[in-house]
């Protein structure tokens, strides 16, 4: 079945680089119409999306965070990486990553997530 | 791209029904029928509800559907249980290949 796994600092100072790992099993970023999108969520906010790849190496990002965010995939090692630059305390939240289904876009298995607070 | 504006409460008993609405523009929400809905338990992942609008993912309940009119998505549950008390945020395609939340919907069964 379809999981993925989430890895990662859990604490970061500001103005470091966040980079955020995501490792999946039972699918495979060869398959045609598949990706993997990142979504975080503040504590007691709202999800929100930060950027997706897909199959055929397509990259797309949260254009209010597109100058901080970079995301690449490992076909191989069967990961998803996310960096994010410039930490600020408001970036704190739960990362999730979550596997896609491209063009419907929507988003059918997540991680358990990982909570990654900023803070000196 | 501004986060699409849903109700941040709606309560209902059980056995009623409840209607979420989820509002955007004529850039996503009513341009394309790609909406998608979650529930999220406390402390839970997300869990894919409605797809495309208005399609329920094998296994779901058929007391969970969506529907959209002009920049407006809703989800509608019927039969309300109690275990039916999460948040639900609603998705939507935006245009070259980006997405946008909702605000989320704290749904409380009295």
């Known amino acids: 079945q379809i999981t993925l796994k989430e890895s990662g600092p859990t604490l970061v100072k500001p103005t470091q680089t966040l980079t955020l790992t995501c490792t999946l099993s039972g699918f495979s970023l060869r398959t045609s119409g598949v990706g993997v999108g990142w979504i975080r969520q503040p504590p007691g906010k709202a999800l929100e999306w930060l950027a997706l790849?897909?199959?055929?190496?397509?990259?797309r990002y949260n254009p209010s965070l597109n100058s901080r965010l970079t995301i690449t995939k490992d076909t191989s090692k069967y990961q998803v990486v996310l960096t994010m630059t410039n930490m600020d305390p408001v970036d704190t939240a739960t990362y999730y990553c979550?596997?896609?289904?491209?063009?419907?876009?929507?988003?059918?298995?997540w991680g358990q997530g990982t909570l990654v607070t900023v803070s000196s | 791209q501004s986060a699409l504006t849903q109700p941040a409460s709606v309560s209902g008993s059980p056995g009623q029904s409840i209607t979420i609405s989820c509002t955007g523009t004529s850039s996503d929400v009513g341009s394309y029928n790609l909406v998608s809905w979650y529930q999220q338990h406390p402390g839970k992942a997300p869990k894919l509800m409605i797809y495309e609008g208005s399609k329920r993912p094998s296994g779901l309940s058929n007391r969970f559907s969506g529907s959209k009119s002009g920049n407006t998505a809703s989800l509608t549950i019927s039969g309300l249980q109690a275990e039916d008390e999460a948040d639900y945020y609603c998705?939507?395609?935006?245009?070259?290949?980006?997405?946008?939340f909702g605000g989320g919907t704290k749904l409380t069964v009295l």
């Open positions: 790849i897909s199959w055929n190496d397509d990259k």
């Open positions: 998705c939507s395609y935006a245009g070259s290949s980006t997405l946008v």
């Open positions: 979550a596997h896609l289904i491209a063009a419907p876009y929507y988003f059918d298995y």
